[in-house]
């Protein structure tokens, strides 16, 4: 009843910048949080991003003061802007979601299908 649809990969030079947006459909009471993810061929998938109500955020060692998440209640929309992309930031960049479709339901986890990042030196 949940999808999250995801844009914006692509390839990239170094030092480049690319923005993924990750939008929520269906039935959907409240959101939250929202997060990013990513995995990279033959590594585990780890936590980037993560945004929070009222926008608390909280990133990666790695990516900290590089990128920044945000997110449109409104649109029930997540965006993570990259800056100063590295080839170490390839991989496959997930969006992530805590659910509830109704007032008083458990919060269920919905994944994207992913979106390839490529960063070449």
């Known amino acids: 009843q949940v999808q999250l649809v995801e844009s914006g990969g692509g390839l990239v030079q170094a030092g480049g910048s690319l923005r993924l947006s990750c939008a929520a459909s269906?039935?959907?009471?409240?959101?939250?949080?929202m997060d990013w993810y990513r995995q990279a061929p033959g590594k585990q998938r780890d936590l980037v991003a993560v945004?929070?109500?009222?926008?608390?955020?909280d990133y990666a060692d790695s990516v900290r003061g590089r990128f920044t998440i945000s997110r449109d209640n409104a649109k029930n929309t997540v965006y993570l802007q990259m800056n100063s992309l590295k080839p170490e930031d390839t991989a496959v960049y997930y969006c992530?979601?805590?659910?509830?479709?109704?007032?008083?339901?458990?919060?269920?986890?919905?994944w994207g299908q992913g979106t390839q990042v490529t960063v070449s030196s």
């Open positions: 269906g039935t959907i009471f409240s959101i939250n949080p």
């Open positions: 992530h979601a805590g659910v509830q479709t109704r007032p008083g339901s458990p919060v269920f986890s919905y």
């Open positions: 945004i929070r109500s009222g926008g608390n955020t």
